[in-house]
């Protein structure tokens, strides 16, 4: 487990240089025709524009070696019509074609490509973090989407407040989660791993710390992280059932569902599992040990904006209520 912080490797990741499922390598490829086409264009119209430059400065330049009668205009005209139909009109016209063409059929494999009783995901932004859930397993789980590797899996994208976009640039394109709408995005990932993405849509103050990470196991492991998030959470004992009564009696319970428990808010995360995820905070603080302890102390002071108010806990009582999370796995 580790905070996810602007580190080089994470700047790597979110660039998402290599497409690492089908959506993502069918965006991929039309970025390459597109890019090359560019700039094929780009040295045909330079190589036109420089050989002009020079035949004009030949032309005009009036010293006794370079001299030359001055064209008939008509004939300059003649001359130059060739050149204005190829590069006016002929060029542009195929150079779009190619692109419209490439583009239609690229929007037509990115439509939702999966089967009616795949996997079904919903995604809903909050500021400033992402909500997931499970409605066939009753799963609940917050900042991280668990996927089956080499299959395609379908979002359902809600927004809670404002406009947020999804974007995991190794998987698939950007799409945003709007208010009172649903949009839906199908992602596989081809092989089991770590796929970092970010809210792409300036949605506020912490904005710039909304990472959403997609974990994709094989087949088995899906099946036994899904059925682990499933469980309520464990009995606690000790120091972790006083932090549980500290968690009920401080309002965090106002906020948050811990399953299992009377904690059923659901303005922020579901905490069940919190102690499995691989960070709290948009991915600033890990959600065990000091981190977590500095999070409940003063989560202004890590996450200005936060929505979370500054809790009126002792130091002891939090010391509680982060040995009882950290039960939570
Ligand atoms: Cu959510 Cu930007």
Not at 21 to 38: H, K, Q
Not at 173 to 186: M, Y
Not at 225 to 235: G, R, V, Y
Request: hydrophobic letters at 45%.
């Amino acid at each position: 487990m580790r905070a996810i912080g602007w580190g080089t490797a994470d700047v790597a990741a979110v660039a998402g240089i290599e497409p690492r499922g089908s959506a993502a390598r069918e965006i991929d490829t039309l970025w390459w025709l597109l890019f090359v086409l560019g700039a094929v264009a780009l040295v045909l119209v330079g190589a036109a524009l420089a050989a002009g430059l020079a035949r004009r400065r030949d032309d005009g330049s009036g010293g006794p070696a370079t001299r030359r009668e001055q064209p008939d205009a008509q004939e300059s005209e003649r001359a130059a019509r060739p050149w204005l139909v190829a590069g006016g009109v002929v060029l542009p016209l195929v150079t779009i074609a190619i692109v419209l063409v490439a583009t239609i059929d690229s929007m037509r494999s990115l439509e939702a490509r999966a089967d009616a009783d795949a996997l079904t995901i919903d995604v809903i932004g909050h500021q400033w973090w992402w909500e997931v859930r499970y409605p066939d397993a009753g799963v609940v789980t917050a900042n991280e989407i668990h996927i089956p590797a080499a299959t395609p899996v379908r979002l359902r994208l809600h927004s809670a407040d404002v406009v947020h976009s999804f974007w995991v640039p190794e998987l698939a394109g950007k799409l945003d989660l709007i208010p009172e709408r649903v949009n839906e995005l199908v992602i596989d990932a081809d092989r089991p791993g770590e796929y970092l993405g970010r809210c792409a849509e300036f949605c506020g103050l912490q904005h710039a710390n909304m990472p959403v990470l997609v974990v994709a196991h094989d087949d088995a492991g899906f099946r036994s992280w899904l059925q682990e998030q499933a469980d309520a959470a464990p009995e606690p004992d000790g120091a972790a059932a006083e932090g549980l009564t500290a968690f009920l009696d401080g309002g965090c319970a106002a906020c948050h569902t811990i399953s299992g428990t009377s904690a059923d808010g659901e303005r922020g995360p579901d905490l069940t599992h919190v102690a499995s995820r691989a960070f709290i905070a948009g991915g600033l603080l890990e959600p065990v040990g000091p981190d977590l302890r500095t999070w409940i102390t003063d989560p202004h002071a890590v996450k200005p904006g936060v929505l979370m108010p500054d809790p009126e806990l002792t130091p002891a009582e939090i010391d509680r209520i982060v040995a009882y999370l950290e039960t939570l796995r």
